[in-house]
């Protein structure tokens, strides 16, 4: 199995492209060429980081050492504990070809890492409409994709095309080379988290399902509401890996133990129809999925999760570059670095979403890394939260 997460970029010269991509396909949907799709050349390196890096024949897994030490008394309620400690952190080389998940693909994800995470609290599940309703009743914030983007935000994009909304994943009516992620993905008009797949759809019976639609700064404010914070991406694996030591899954290696499907992914002929094999097509509720070992729901699949690090494809070489043994609660770079759209800021995505696939994108698996431009929202990204002990209420 392999994945490939798709990555969706605002851009401010995206007009072009945009136009050449789309403009036969729009019908209804408004295109505001704000934003921009990254698609990695086929067949060429994801990054410049040196080709060393492969683990390819041997593992780098050194055995995980979760702290023993018990967790606080009167945990914050729809979280759990995850005990801290030492694992290795990354992925090896996938073994599959497939457009996103092969070997140059996850360079980004290498060298596997010792690190160190103290122990902390996180959201069993991803954070859900219902859970963001009581945030934007409490505040009246409003999402990125809720407000008119500006002239200055975006000085080449035409003024008629400065329309609030977002991203959203459309179906192709036929089969498509899976090299142009501009014929699935459209920027809708008055697409935002109570509308997440264009203006007309709505969140009548979806209180469970997680929240989507929201940019970097929309999760940011809700946590800092909700008096916890994002995670960092070395807490968020160390949490999904569920104290077992280099496995594919949060379950173990098996991808279908017994014949059952354990994340929301897809099935089907992507981009054009999703089976729902395992049960849902397109999101499901939180937690319909067997949890991993920490109690911990959808770590892989269902939706994106934004962790607090800046992206830089290079910054596991650059950890082993300063040789410095076990990182300890690593916050990420100082800044953001992603070589296919290197003026573009990015934080962390981890977990994959119901749009991977083994066709397309296999970054569910445990240890790949995904990215995002932080104003960008899709349908498939969301956020779950954490909560440093001390900070416990
Ligand atoms: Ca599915
Ligand atoms: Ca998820």
Redesign the pocket.
């Known amino acids: 199995m392999t994945l490939h997460m798709v990555t969706i970029t605002v851009r401010k010269q995206s007009l072009k492209l945009l136009k050449r991509s789309f403009g036969l396909l729009i019908t209804l949907a408004v295109i505001a060429p704000l934003f921009r799709l990254q698609v990695p050349a086929s067949g060429t390196p994801a990054s410049g980081i040196p080709a060393s890096t492969s683990t390819r024949g041997s593992s780098a897994f050194a055995p995980t050492v979760a702290n023993k030490t018990a967790a606080p008394a009167n945990g914050p309620r729809g979280m759990v504990w995850i005990p801290g400690g030492e694992f290795s952190m990354g992925s090896e080389e996938p073994s599959t070809d497939a457009v996103c998940g092969g070997y140059e693909r996850m360079r980004d994800a290498r060298p596997i890492h010792r690190v160190y995470v103290d122990g902390f609290w996180m959201d069993n599940t991803e954070v859900t409409n219902q859970e963001f309703e009581k945030f934007v009743k409490a505040t009246g914030y409003r999402t990125v994709a809720e407000i008119t983007p500006t002239q200055e935000q975006f000085p080449t994009v035409p003024r008629e095309n400065l329309v609030a909304g977002s991203t959203v994943f459309t179906p192709t009516p036929n089969p498509v080379p899976l090299n142009n992620m501009f014929q699935w993905w459209r920027y809708i008009k008055g697409t935002d988290w109570r509308h997440p797949e264009g203006p007309t759809s709505n969140l009548k019976g979806r209180g469970k399902y997680p929240v989507v639609q929201v940019a970097y700064p929309d999760a940011a404010a809700y946590a800092k509401w909700a008096g916890k914070r994002l995670p960092t991406e070395a807490e968020w694996e160390f949490a999904a890996r569920g104290g077992q030591t280099g496995t594919l899954y949060p379950w173990g290696n098996e991808f279908k133990p017994n014949g059952k499907f354990m994340a929301?992914?897809?099935?089907g002929k992507f981009p054009v129809n999703?089976t729902?094999e395992?049960?849902?097509?397109g999101l499901?509720p939180v937690g319909k999925f067997p949890a991993n070992a920490y109690g911990l729901y959808d770590m892989a699949g269902n939706t994106w999760e934004w962790c607090s690090d800046w992206y830089r494809a290079d910054y596991y070489e650059q950890l082993a570059m300063q040789n410095k043994g076990v990182m300890s609660n690593p916050q990420g770079p100082d800044n953001s670095w992603d070589p296919a759209e290197p003026g573009e800021k990015k934080r962390v995505h981890r977990g994959g979403s119901?749009l991977c696939t083994d066709q397309y994108c296999a970054r569910y698996m445990l240890g790949t890394r995904g990215k995002g431009e932080v104003t960008t929202a899709t349908n498939h990204l969301g956020f779950r939260c954490v909560q440093s002990p001390t900070k416990a209420r």
């Not at 929301?264 to 099935?267: D, H, K, L, M, T």
């Not at 395992?278 to 097509?281: E, L, M, Q, S, Y």
């Open positions: 929301n992914i897809y099935e999703d729902g395992d049960g849902f097509v499901a119901f």
